[in-house]
Nanobody, 117 residues
């Protein structure tokens, strides 16, 4: 599975951005697709996940109520809609998908989100 992330950019505090992650190669089938982020000098952290087959979602506490993860199975694309952005949301955002063993084995390149105050 190859993942291609896009949609990062610059937003102001309170603004919105939408990220996309398109998969190619093998289908995602029973994978879980997730978004992680890594801010400068900080560890990578999980933002949200979605079951590709079930659509079941989960969110980090900081993302609840502001971010929405979704997917379009026919387009093999996962989305992360980010609203009410804060400067602390500034980070490289990575999409990822689990492999057969249930671990996040597949990673896209990071897409940079910068939120200005």
């Amino acid at each position: 599975v190859q993942l291609q992330a896009s949609g990062g950019g610059l937003a102001r505090t309170g603004g919105s951005l939408s990220l996309s992650c398109t998969a190619s190669g093998n289908t995602l089938r029973s994978s879980v697709v997730g978004w992680f982020r890594q801010a400068p000098g900080k560890e990578r952290e999980l933002v949200a996940t979605i079951g590709w087959r079930t659509g079941t979602t989960s969110y980090a506490n900081f993302a609840k109520g502001r971010f929405t993860i979704g997917r379009d199975n026919t387009r093999k694309t996962a989305y992360l809609q980010m609203n009410s952005l804060k400067p602390e949301d500034t980070a490289l955002y990575y999409c990822t998908a689990t492999g057969a063993a249930g671990k996040f084995d597949y990673w896209g390149q990071g897409t940079l989100v910068t939120v200005s105050s």
